[in-house]
């Protein structure tokens, strides 16, 4: 079974502090994405990577996919409040009946002024 | 575009009771999919629907059917409700299944239910 953890589970930091959230898993992953999830909505896409090492940024967001496609981190520059929200990475599960995406339990991140 | 619609966006039930959660998407997307959000457990997949016509089983489907209605429509519904089924639910939508590793899901903003 394929498994991705998340950590920490929780992150309460200062505006203007880095951080990084980290997804790991024993499986290989032929991709990872990040979703934001804010309270009383659904996830919403950041990022899919898909190439051993590859690196993207988004504005102050920088995410990396590990050499051996197990592992994935994100690392926020300089928090800002409106980064508030919990962070969930996902990966696509084979199986015989179809695919679908299985998710980290997710990093709750909250960011004080 | 409206995207991914759900409804209704709160509710509440007695054990026993029915209910049928509706989700429509607007995309023209082929593969749907249903997920409960609990704390501490994460999104874990009930349901999905590779294309109209067809529906296959997640990892938690005991107490749950589905129905592909058209295209557009995904509904999820609770025959005889039970407190563990209190929870978040989720209806999300994919280009198709074979796209969802480069293009992930779009998601609605969720159903809150509460069984009593």
């Known amino acids: 079974t394929q498994l991705l953890e998340q950590s920490p589970q929780f992150l309460s930091i200062q505006e203007g502090e880095n951080l990084t959230v980290y997804c790991n898993s024993s499986s290989v992953f032929s991709s990872l994405q990040w979703y934001r999830q804010e309270p009383g909505e659904g996830p919403v896409l950041l990022v899919t990577?898909?190439?051993?090492?590859e690196v993207k940024k988004l504005k102050r967001l920088t995410f990396q996919f590990g050499d051996a496609r197990k592992d994935s981190s994100l690392h926020i520059t300089a928090a800002q409040p409106g980064d508030t929200g919990l962070y969930l990475c996902?990966?696509?599960?084979?199986?015989?009946?179809?695919?679908?995406?299985?998710f980290g339990k997710g990093t709750t991140l909250s960011v004080s002024s | 575009n409206a995207g991914v619609t759900q409804t209704p966006k709160f509710q509440v039930l007695k054990t026993g009771q029915s209910m049928t959660l509706q989700c429509a998407q607007d995309?023209?997307?082929?593969?749907m999919y249903w997920y409960r959000q609990d704390p501490g457990m994460g999104l874990r997949l009930i349901y999905y629907s590779a294309s109209e016509g067809t529906t296959d089983k997640g990892e938690v489907p005991n107490g749950y059917n589905v129905s592909r209605l058209n295209k557009r429509e995904f509904s999820l519904r609770l025959e005889s409700a039970a407190p563990s089924q209190t929870s978040v639910y989720f209806c999300?939508?994919?280009?198709?299944?074979?796209?969802?590793?480069?293009?992930?899901?779009?998601f609605g903003s969720g159903t809150r239910l509460t069984v009593v």
């Open positions: 996902a990966g696509p599960s084979f199986n015989q009946a179809g695919t679908a995406l299985i």
């Open positions: 990577v898909v190439t051993g090492g």
């Open positions: 995309m023209n997307h082929n593969s």
């Open positions: 999300a939508s994919s280009l198709r299944q074979s796209q969802i590793s480069n293009y992930g899901y779009t």
